[in-house]
């Protein structure tokens, strides 16, 4: 199983959902969280590094807080930190593990970030060759 880590409180839900299909189903739980941003993609490579550095060390304290959570209900997680698109991240990572599940939270943007952006959790749903669940 797969989960997707953003920081945000619906990351948090879904990956609190994760931990317990993953208890239900004896499965193994990925967490996995992508740096991105047009701030590093546009970026001089020195303070590329510095921004990558930065969100590491984010993503590093949030995996700790989860590995808590995953310790309270007694089962292992791996944490991976990808950098790339988010959505072609997460996907090509699940292609790569073959995993049968794919759970992300569902962020609620505004109607001008939707048409800028899109929704991360939509275009998995859309693109992924497994199951995915969308946590609100």
């Known amino acids: 199983m797969l989960v997707g880590i953003d920081g945000s409180q619906q990351a948090r839900k879904a ?6 299909l993953s208890q239900c189903f004896g499965a193994s739980l990925h967490a996995v969280a992508v740096i ?5 993609e546009m970026a001089e490579p020195e303070e590329r590094e510095q921004l990558i550095h ?3 060390q984010r ?5 700790e807080q989860l590995h808590e959570q995953a310790r309270g209900a007694d089962l292992e997680v791996e944490f991976h930190v990808l950098e790339g698109h988010p959505v072609e ?5 699940s292609w790569q593990g073959d995993f ?7 962020r609620r943007k505004g109607m001008f970030e939707r048409l800028l952006m899109g ?10 060759r497994c199951s995915v669940t969308v946590v609100r």
């Open 119 to 128: 929704s991360v959790a939509r275009q998995v749903v859309d693109l992924a």
């Open 54 to 56: 930065h969100y590491r």
């Open 15 to 20: 990956f609190v959902h994760a931990l317990e």
């Open 36 to 40: 991105y941003g047009p701030d590093i």
């Open 59 to 63: 993503f590093d304290s949030e995996f």
């Open 89 to 93: 991240s997460l996907l090509e990572f």
């Open 100 to 106: 049968d599940h794919i759970v992300v939270g569902h």
